[in-house]
């Protein structure tokens, strides 16, 4: 009801001051739900605007609305706008700055040229340039003639060659200025391993993600024609629906974790102490890494929670040990059904590790930890990891990156031909394994009432 009731003050006043010839205000032309980003913008509170979205939810139309608008709010600020190929730029981006410019009704004001590919404010003689990133290098030499680009657009991001591309542009263009706005849309590729959809999920405080599909905007928008083949293919194809329409990375369908949370995990969620963290161990020295996981297992609503990660080479026993000890894990009491006869195991700090490893977990237990085997039989990787895929796994990047990377990016093995084995790789697996031996009582207890 406040959409629709913002949208109608909005059509009544945007039709007043174009009949009379005035400029428009960009809050009046963009969607409401991009409300929130152009304040934050205005603000200065962040350098890098991440836009993932679906077809239709208007990414690009804010864009080229807050490029035109803002710089004929600061004279001292240009516009770049980037796409991987310059053949694609005449039909798209630099059409779409026209329509901005027009939406607000300053076309009087500014002057597009083709040849070369840019717009000009004329009241300043500042511009918007327009540039494919066919060959990076040659973006060294361009600058604006005055001032520098404060606002910098990759269009399609996804579709450029990878971070190091991007990077290597903004050091040739974020140059001679001290407040930038780098823009960066796209419609999330399928694959959740591409660099795009990876790079919005790393922490970065100077950068702010911002989601939209189809459904957040006007519905007169976009018209009757786009919702009924939205709708059509929702019935049809759900999953190609989800991609093509909500922007989401829908997978590969060489995935092993598809049920994953990427998301913060704050402080108050966050008890070391509690008797649902379990903590696992895998061991390696020279090339696989030492990892210690800590997670919590929430059985009820079968969550799991990556809290806390070791990964490190090179490390001793004895090092890693009291790498162990300052993680604040303690647990105060803790029992256990030893896989191997005996009963019930009462210690403190339970850490469950490779079976494989005697020695080295007798090190472990020798520095003061408590440590104990994991039970191992024919099939117990791919029982565990089955085990682990029927369960919602939240991992932060920030507080587990390696664990983030591979699970992210762990794929059942695949044949020369391109197709997927129901095998699971034994690489880039470390912190995998260490859930897995983190989680083996309740692993095996599942097995055993199978």
Known sequence: MYYDSLRRKVRAAVAAKEEAGEPVSITEKIAPCYLPLHEDITAGNHEVYYLPGGRGSCKSSFISLEIPDGMMKDP?????????????????????????????????LWR???????YTYLPTGQQILFRGLDDPLKLKSVKPRRGSFKYIWFEEYAELPGANTVRSVLQSVARGGQDFKVFASFNPPQSINNWANQRVLEPNPRAVVFRTDYRMIPKEWLGDTFLAEAERLRALNEIAYRHEYLGEATGTGGEVFTALEIREIPDDEVDLTSDYVHGGIDF?????????????????????????????????????????????????????????????????????????????????????????PCSKWPGSVLYGIKWLQHRRIVIDPKRTPNAYREFTSYEYTQTKDGEFLADVPDRNNHCIDGLRYALDQQIRQSRNSA
């Open 76 to 108: 001292t600020a240009n516009g770049i706008v980037f796409r991987r190929v310059a053949g694609t730029m005449r039909d798209s981006v630099f059409s779409q700055i026209q329509w901005a410019i027009d939406a607000l009704g300053v076309s009087h």
């Open 112 to 118: 597009g040229n083709v040849s070369p590919m840019q």
């Open 284 to 372: 390696g020295f020279s090339i696989d890494p030492c990892v210690c996981i800590l997670c919590s297992y929430d059985r009820k609503h079968e969550e799991i929670k990556l809290l806390a990660e070791i990964y490190k080479r090179g490390l001793s026993n004895k090092q890693l040990a009291e790498e162990i000890m300052q993680m604040e894990y303690h647990k105060t009491h803790s029992t256990y059904q030893s896989p191997f006869g005996g009963g019930v195991v009462d210690v403190e700090r339970v850490f469950i590790a490779d079976a494989a490893e005697p020695k080295s977990i007798a090190d472990l237990n020798s520095c003061g930890l408590r440590c104990i």
